[in-house]
C-alpha cells in the first residue's frame, strides 16, 4: 500500500476519535429546557452534608445550563435536559431546597438568600447562605430555569378575597405572641403577607393576625401563611352593630364597658385598636348601617334593631355603665352631650350615672348601643278632652310638712323636663300645675299621671272653690271674716272661713259658667244652682222625700204633700258652703228636718178637719217659718206650697156623707121646683101639637059656608041674567056683555064678600093656609111635588111661613107671594080694610 494512501487513511483514522469526542461534548438544551450536570470525575469532594455540587465538586451541579449550544468534556460531565418551571397566572409557586444551611432552631421557614435570581442562581443561593428546607420567597407567575435537583416546587393558587370578603390570616412561623395577648401584633412592609421575608424580619410574631386581607388577589406562601376567608360585616338599614373585642387592654375596674380609642376606623383597624389602648370586652361604640371590614376572631359583631319610638310613645332609658346615682335620688342626673344617648362615650365622659335615666326619648329612630342602655316603650301620656290631667312627681326635694300640694315652678316643659324639674328645686309628691288635653311626652319613671273630669259650671250655676293651697288667713281677717259671717267661730277652723284670693280657704269669689280645669288635690269646687231649687215630699216616683206624716190635735195622722222652691244667691253661695258644705247637705240636713218639723207643729194645734180647711193659713206660716230658718244659711226661700192633705178614709167618708146628704136635699128641691115646671111645659106643649088639627077643622067649616054663600050667588046671577035675554036680539050684545060684566062683577062681589066673611071667620092666615093647600093638592095631581119629602127642617114662625119656605123650594118657578094675594081681594090688602072688625 503506497505510504500517502497510508498517510490518508491514518489522517482519518486519528480524526474519527476526536470528531466522536467533539460530538459527546455538545450539549444543545432547547428554547424552552435547562440541563442539570452532573460532574463525575476529576474534581473535589463535597463538603460533608452536600448535597449539591459547586464549581470543580464531583456530583450534581447546582449551576444549570440554560437554553443554546453548550461544550462539556465527556466522561467528566452528564447533562440531563428538564423544562423549566412554569407558574401561571393564577398559581405561585411554593419552594423547598434539598440543600443549603441548615434553619437556625425554632424556626421552621429558610432565610432568604440574595442574589439567587428568583431561585434560578442555585450557586448563588447556596453560596449566599441559602437554607436548607421550605422557603419563604414564592415564584411569581412566569416560567423559571430552576435546578429541580436542588429545588422542590410546588405550585398553589393564588389567594383571592372577592367582595365582601375578609382574609383572617395565621402565620406558621415568627416571634413568639406576648404572654396575655391573642393575637400577633402587626409588622409593617409585608405587603398584605405576600412578602414573607419582610414580615420575619420585621418581627412578625406566629399565630393569628391582627391584620386582615381587604379584597382582591394576593400571592401569599400558603405554608407560612394560612388564609381563612369570611363575610365582611354588613349593618343593614333599621339595625346597628354591637360591638365586643376579645383582645386588648383589661377594663378598669368598676367599669362594665371599654373606654372609646380613636384611630379605628370602626373597629376596621384592629392593630390601631389595641396601639391606641382598645380594651378587651363590649365597646361603647356601636356600628351603623353598612359595610365593614372587621377582624371577626377580634371582634364579635352582633346585629341589633334600632331603636324605634313610634307616634304617641315614649322611651325610657336605664343605663348599665357610669357613676352611682346620688344618694336620696331615684333617676340618674342629666348630661350633656350623648346625643339621645347615641354616643354612650360622651355619656359616661361627662359623668352619666349608672340606673334609671331622666331624660326621655322622643319619637323617633336611635342607634343605641343596647348592651349600655336598656330601652324601654311606654304609651306617652294622653289626657282627653274635658279631662285634666293630675301629676305626681316621684323625685324631686321632700315637700314641705303640712303642705298638700307641692310649690309650682316653672319651664319643666308641662313636665316633660324632668332634669329642668329638679334643677329649679321641684318638690316630691302631688303637684299643683295640671295637664291640659294634649299628648305629653312624661317620664313615667318620674311623674305618674291620673285623668280626672273638668269642673263644669253650667248656665244657672256658680262654683265655690275650697282653696288648700295659700297662706293661712290672719288673725285679723279671722275676727274680720268671723262678724261678717253667721256663725262662723274660729275654733271650727281656717277652711270654715271664706277668705279673699290667693288664702287657704273657702274663695268668697266664686267661679261662674265654664269649664276650668282645677286641681282637685288643691282646688275642690262646690257646684251651686242659683236658679230655683225644687224640693218635693210627696208619693210620686222619683221624688226625694215620701210626704210628710203629721198628727193633728184630734189625734188623726195627716198626709201632707209639699214642695219647697229655694235659691241661692251667687253672693251668698261661699257662705252657704262655709255653713252646710253643699245644697244636698243643705236640704238632706236642713230643710228636710225644718219642713217636717214645721208642718208637725201646725198639725198638733189644728183639728184635722181645720187644718185641711185652713190650708192657705198653714201654706203661709210654714213659707214665714222656712224664710225665717233659711236665712241662717244664706239661702232665699221663695216658696212653700202644700200640694195636698190627705184626712184618713174614716174621717173623710163621714165627712162626705155629711156633705152628700146636704146636697141631695137641696137637690131635691130643685127636682121639685123643676118637676112642676116641666108638667106645665108639657101641657103647653100638648097644645101646640094639636094646634094645626083644631085650624083645619075650623078651616074646613068656613070654607063649606063660604061654599054655599057662592052658589047661591051664582045661581042668582044666572037667573038675572036670563031674565036680560028676553031683551031684544039687538041688544044682546050689549046685554051678552053687560052681562057677563055684571056676573063678574057679582062674582067678584060674592068673591070678596066670602073672602070678607072667611077672614073675619078665620083670619087672613087661615086663608093663606087654604090657597096653599089647594095649590099644593094642584102640584100633586100635576106630579110636581113628592107627596114625602127627602129632608124636612122646621124653625120658628107660623106654620105657613114653613109651608111657604117648603112650596118654595118645591115650585121654583111660581112666584107663591103673588099668587097668594091675587087671590085675595084688593080690599085684604088694605090696611085699613083688615083693621076693621
Known sequence: MPLDLIVTYGWYLSIIPVAILLWASVVVVGGNEIALIERRWFGKKMPQGRVVALGNEVGIQARTLGPGL?????FIYKATKSFFTEILDNEIGMIESVDGQSIPAGRIFASVAADHNSFQDGEAFIRNGGQKGPQIEVLAPGKYRINPYLFKITKGTVTEIKDFEIGMVESVDGEAIPEGKIFAQAVSGHSSFQNGDAFIKNGGQKGPQIEIIPPGSYRINPYL????????????????????SSDGAAIPAGRIFAQVVGGHNSFQDGEAFILNGGQKGPQIEILPPGMYRIHPNLFKITSAKAVVIGKGEVGTVTAQDGAPIQMGRLLAQSVAGHSNYENGDAFLKNGGQKGPQIDVLLPGTYRINLNLFVVQVAPAVVIEANKVGLVTALDGVPLPEREYVACPITGHNDYQDGSAFLTRQGQRGPQLDVLRPGTYYINPSMFSVAQDDVAVIERGQVGVIVSNVGEDPTDEMKHRIGSSQVDALAEEGKERYVVPKGFRGIQEEVAGPGRYYLNRRAFMAYIIDTTNITIDWDDQEGTRFDQLMVISKDGFPIQVSVKVVIRVRPDQAPYMVAKVGSIDNLIQHVIHPMIDSSFRNQASTASAMNF?????????????????????????????LICQIRLPEDLMQTQTKRIIAEQQQEMYKMEQRSQAERTEMEKMRATADQQPTL????????????????????????????????????????????????????????????????????GEEAIKQIKIVE??????????IKIVPDVLVTGGGHAADGLMGMLTKLLPDVDLSALTKSALPLSLGSAADRTKP
Not at 095649590?775 to 110636581?784: F, K
Open 695 to 762: 085650624v083645619a077643622s075650623e078651616i074646613a067649616v068656613q070654607v063649606a059656608a063660604q061654599k054655599k054663600t057662592e052658589m047661591i050667588t051664582l045661581a042668582e046671577g044666572a037667573a038675572e041674567a036670563k031674565a036680560l035675554e028676553g031683551t031684544g036680539e039687538g041688544k044682546r050684545l050689549t046685554a051678552i056683555g053687560d052681562g057677563e060684566a055684571s056676573k063678574i062683577a057679582a062674582i067678584g062681589e060674592a068673591t070678596a064678600q066670602a073672602y070678607n066673611k072667611q077672614q073675619q071667620a078665620i
Open 225 to 244: 401563611f394560612k388564609v381563612t376567608k369570611s363575610s365582611a360585616t354588613q349593618i343593614k338599614e333599621g339595625e346597628i352593630g354591637l360591638v365586643e
Open 775 to 784: 095649590l099644593i093638592a094642584s102640584a100633586i095631581e100635576a106630579g110636581h
Open 612 to 640: 185641711l180647711q185652713s190650708r192657705s193659713e198653714e201654706q203661709l206660716k210654714a213659707e214665714n217659718r222656712a224664710r225665717t230658718d233659711l236665712e241662717r244659711y244664706h239661702v232665699e226661700c221663695v216658696s212653700v
Open 70 to 74: 453548550h461544550f462539556l468534556i465527556p
